[in-house]
């Protein structure tokens, strides 16, 4: 058995997270209260959200003396690079299907995971689509019980438990909590973490994926009603999944300039873009209180 604290430290990573006020000068931002959540700051590597989903899988992963784990993504996955590094740490083999062929041109973040000795597999685009279906999940783990597959992006339900815990270390109560929006998991994990509160959900789809994104979201909360704790804006994804523009660009290095917080044009930049634009319209009612996850991330943008 390993405690999470034994976890935490063989990671270095911070058991929380720190939570801080952002003083902006953006129009309208002296009516309401705008706080960060700095997830990104949990660890250097590990990047924030993905260390909240994988935090209770890593647990049993460990307690069950897993020999090899599986996983899915892209070629600047964020998740692979997160648990590629935790299973390098933990010595457990890991292999990466990565779809798409990087072999000629491997991208930063593979060049990461391979020296953290993960084994990368590049599948085509119709290979990587049966990544859910238990056939080929059966074929990959050849029926070895000593394996754990973890679904693209770390969004499986126990995923949740960790995401909550977001909630659980605030010491203010917050009348909205906003955050990108990629797989859904992050948010069903938010949704959990606030039932008990008053606490309004707000995501910022990252991707073109209306309806789809809110089904995926509430396929991962089977007991609770999404709808009733929050909804997903669609408005902010500057025309698709690590797409971008110059004013998104200008705005994410205007934005660490003055706030002296990094953020990157696929998450972060989505995200505190559409905080700004949404304090200005004065789409929160005067005095509200508003949290900004900053879920990490910055090693995508390199
Ligand atoms: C993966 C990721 C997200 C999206 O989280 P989901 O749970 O997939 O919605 C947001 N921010 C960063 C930095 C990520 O790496």
């Known amino acids: 058995m390993i405690s999470t604290d034994d976890l935490l430290a063989c990671l270095s990573i911070r058991a929380e997270s720190p939570l801080q006020k952002l003083e902006s000068k953006w129009p309208s931002s002296d009516k309401v209260e705008i706080w960060v959540k700095r997830d990104d700051l949990l660890h250097p590597i590990i990047s924030g959200n993905k260390w909240r989903k994988l935090?209770?899988?890593?647990?049993?992963?460990?307690?069950?003396?897993?020999?090899?784990?599986?996983?899915?993504?892209?070629?600047?996955?964020?998740?692979?690079?997160?648990?590629?590094?935790a299973c390098h740490k933990l010595n457990i083999h890991f292999t990466a299907i990565v779809r798409g062929d990087y072999s000629q041109n491997?991208?930063?973040?593979?060049?990461?995971?391979n020296r953290w000795n993960t084994e990368i597999c590049y599948v085509d685009r119709k290979t990587y689509q049966r990544r859910n279906d238990a056939d080929y999940l059966a074929q990959?783990?050849?029926?070895?019980?000593?394996?754990?597959?973890?679904?693209?992006?770390?969004?499986?339900v126990s995923a949740a438990t960790g995401v909550s815990e977001i909630v659980s270390e605030l010491d203010?109560?917050?009348?909205?909590?906003?955050?990108?929006?990629?797989?859904?998991?992050t948010l069903a994990g938010l949704i959990s973490g606030v039932t008990h509160l008053k606490t309004k959900?707000?995501?910022?789809?990252?991707?073109?994926?209306?309806?789809?994104?809110?089904?995926?979201?509430?396929?991962?909360?089977?007991?609770?009603?999404?709808?009733?704790?929050?909804?997903?804006?669609?408005?902010?994804?500057f025309g698709g999944y690590a797409k971008s523009n110059e004013q998104l660009k200008e705005f994410c290095q205007d934005f660490a300039e003055q706030a002296s917080i990094q953020i990157e044009p696929v998450y972060s930049g989505k995200l505190f873009f559409a905080a700004r634009d949404?304090?200005?319209?004065?789409?929160?009612?005067?005095?509200?209180?508003?949290?900004?996850?900053?879920?990490?991330?910055?090693?995508?943008?390199r």
């Open 55 to 85: 935090k209770y899988a890593l647990l049993d992963i460990v307690a069950k003396n897993t020999s090899r784990v599986i996983s899915f993504g892209g070629g600047y996955s964020n998740h692979l690079h997160a648990l590629a590094y």
């Open 106 to 113: 491997p991208t930063p973040m593979l060049d990461d995971i």
């Open 140 to 156: 990959l783990s050849n029926n070895n019980e000593d394996v754990v597959i973890i679904p693209e992006g770390g969004s499986q």
């Open 172 to 185: 203010l109560e917050f009348d909205y909590i906003v955050a990108p929006v990629g797989s859904g998991g």
């Open 201 to 237: 959900i707000l995501g910022i789809a990252v991707l073109k994926g209306p309806n789809y994104l809110e089904q995926q979201v509430q396929d991962l909360l089977p007991d609770i009603k999404f709808s009733d704790h929050g909804e997903i804006l669609h408005d902010y994804h």
């Open 278 to 301: 949404l304090v200005t319209r004065q789409r929160f009612p005067q005095g509200s209180r508003i949290l900004l996850l900053h879920t990490g991330g910055l090693q995508g943008a």
